[in-house]
Nanobody
């Protein structure tokens, strides 16, 4: 019954790839052309941090500084899903990864701008 459901998490060694998926059961209410989807993550003892975001048609994306050259966010509206392709994984990438949905925002990297969240999927990167 959750509006957003993450999958694809697991254990991977340093340098490996992993792809996360988020299936969308309910969109954030508002203008379809403005809504954004995003990935955030929260490691042990850390605050939830921004990973990547994508707008309604997939043509506008943003990335956190620590992942911008290694992760790629995408979406498939026909499949009602967004994805996070991760490569060159590091131990510092170990976290619970959350899918989120929000409306228009001037600060898509701010977790407070998102209203709907998934339950998260664990990614563990071993040295």
């Amino acid at each position: 019954q959750a509006p957003l459901v993450e999958s694809g998490g697991g254990s991977v060694q340093v340098g490996g790839p992993l792809r996360l998926s988020c299936t969308i059961s309910r969109d954030f209410p508002g203008t379809a052309k403005r809504y954004r989807m995003a990935w955030f993550r929260q490691g042990p003892g850390t605050e939830r941090s921004f990973v990547a975001s994508i707008n309604w048609n997939g043509r506008s994306t943003e990335y956190g500084d620590s992942v911008k050259d290694r992760f790629t966010i995408s979406r498939d509206n026909a499949k009602k899903a967004i994805y996070l392709q991760m490569s060159s994984l590091e131990p510092e990438d170990t976290a619970v990864y959350y899918c989120a949905s929000g409306g228009y925002s001037e600060s898509p990297g701010d977790a407070n701008e998102y209203d709907v969240w998934g339950q998260g999927t664990q990614v563990t990167v071993s040295p």
